[in-house]
């Protein structure tokens, strides 16, 4: 889990992002991410970006 207090997972994340999430707030509202205690934001905002990067190059498949 990423956010223990709202059962948030990496996957959650990822399907977030390939919905259109694509900064901390989208994943607050959407997901209840950081909405509780907030110890998950580092994890959280570090998932979001692997998320995008990967969404990123699976959208361009010859970036470097």
Not at 33 to 39: A, E, L, M, T, Y
């Amino acid at each position: 889990y990423i956010c223990v207090c709202n059962a948030v997972t990496e996957t959650d994340i990822k399907k977030a992002v390939k919905n259109g999430a694509n900064c901390l707030h989208h994943l607050e509202t959407s997901l209840g991410v950081s909405n509780q205690c907030g110890s998950c934001i580092c994890d959280a905002t570090a998932c979001l970006d692997r998320a995008m990067e990967s969404q990123m190059h699976s959208a361009n498949p010859f970036s470097i």
